[in-house]
């Protein structure tokens, strides 16, 4: 069988490594370009026309949506699978009626996104998108996009690992600058420091965008009003607290 081809579209480069390594490993499939810049990635489908897209919903220049619009109206043959961590229904809808193949929701399993492409490509039925249990990652995501927290920021990361070390070890809000900070540091090699003015960055750029009400809306109560804003330590305690209370 000849390798699938594949361009990868992504948020962050990390992300695209990721899945290039994935794909490569797999051994049925030939990455044919991997970028984070969505006119780069329309450049390289409409030249050499490959078997696959795998593209993110947030990207540079144009969003996933638009460039589906794009490309499902000049590469008919284009398997177009969405792989974001943005999952809510009217997301999907929204890709899928653009002219997506498959919709899978991240985190993901690098084998069951091969399987999937695969499948798609031998035109073997398939759902219209991965049902799965939402993961504790998917749950925060879904909280950190809409109070306004975008995913490309650094904060991002480091907020949503500082929530779940709180939902693993809830003590840890008490020792947020000795251990959560030094961790969190220590598993993206950066440091303390600059974990912490990163979580307070992303907590600013939700507060900046005015969605205060939707954080009041989402964590269930009123914690917020006016220009009142969170210590990183609070915003990580209430977010962990919610998921914990699902969980119960």
């Known amino acids: 069988m000849s390798k699938k081809t594949v361009v990868i579209l992504q948020d962050t480069n990390d992300s695209a490594d990721k899945i290039k390594k994935a794909l490569e490993e797999n051994g049925n499939f030939e990455v044919v370009g991997c970028t984070t810049d969505s006119t780069v990635a329309i450049e390289k489908v409409k030249a050499l026309s490959p078997d696959i897209l795998i593209t993110e919903i947030i990207l540079v220049g144009y ?42 929701a991240k985190p993901y399993n690098a084998q069951t996104l091969c399987d999937r492409i695969l499948d798609l490509c031998a035109q073997k039925p398939v759902v219209r998108y991965v049902e799965t249990r939402k993961s504790l990652d998917e749950k925060i995501s879904k909280i950190f996009i809409n109070v306004g927290i975008p995913p490309h920021i650094k904060g991002y ?19 947020i ?19 912490e003015r990163a979580i307070r960055h992303a907590i600013e750029v939700a507060w900046n965008r005015g969605r205060i009400e939707n954080i ?27 998921m914990l209370l699902e969980e119960s």
């Open 63 to 104: 969003d996933g949506v638009s460039v589906i619009n794009k490309l499902s109206a000049i590469k008919p043959n284009l398997k177009i699978i969405v792989l974001s961590a943005i999952s809510r229904d009217e997301i999907v809808n929204e890709t899928m009626n653009a002219g997506a193949t498959y919709f899978m």
């Open 157 to 175: 990361s480091f907020l949503r690992e500082g929530v779940k070390m709180a939902v693993n070890e809830p003590s840890i809000i008490n020792n």
């Open 177 to 195: 600058t000795k251990q959560l900070y030094p961790r969190i540091g220590e598993k993206y090699q950066t440091s303390a420091s600059k974990v």
């Open 216 to 242: 009041n809306n989402i964590l269930g109560v009123r914690a917020y009003v006016g220009q009142e804003k969170p210590t990183n330590g609070e915003f990580i305690a209430l977010v962990a607290d919610k």
